[in-house]
Nanobody
């Protein structure tokens, strides 16, 4: 069993940067791919980025390429999402999720464990 806890969200202004963290507890996390998703009220959950177990492969949604960077620190069992040049349309609850099969990618049913989310609000 793996528990995921997101942190680092908040209220920021357009153009600011944030680093979100996804801290994991439980066995096996180091072997899992991890993805970040986001969801706005009334909208479907949207894929943002994913990373494989050793950090050697990353994948991004086209809408965030060049502004978002996903990384992981296996020693700390933590995955990060660096967000630069924030825009009001980035406002959402951001979730991290772990895929025990280490596929990752944008297909959210593939992910087995989910965190509770962290709110990011970007004012213009």
């Amino acid at each position: 069993q793996v528990q995921l806890v997101e942190s680092g969200g908040g209220l920021v202004q357009a153009g600011d940067s944030l680093r979100l963290s996804c801290a994991a507890s439980g066995l096996g996390f180091r072997r899992y791919a991890v993805g970040w998703f986001r969801q706005c009220p009334g909208k479907e959950r949207e894929f943002v980025a994913s990373i494989n177990w050793n950090g050697g492969w990353t994948f991004y949604a086209d809408s965030v390429k060049g502004r978002f960077t996903i990384s992981r620190d296996s020693a700390k069992s933590t995955v990060y999402l660096q967000i630069n040049s924030l825009k009001p349309e980035d406002t959402a609850v951001y979730y991290c999720a772990a895929d025990t099969q280490d596929y990752g990618g944008s297909y959210y049913p593939r992910y087995d464990y989910w965190g509770q989310g962290t709110q990011v609000t970007v004012s213009s």
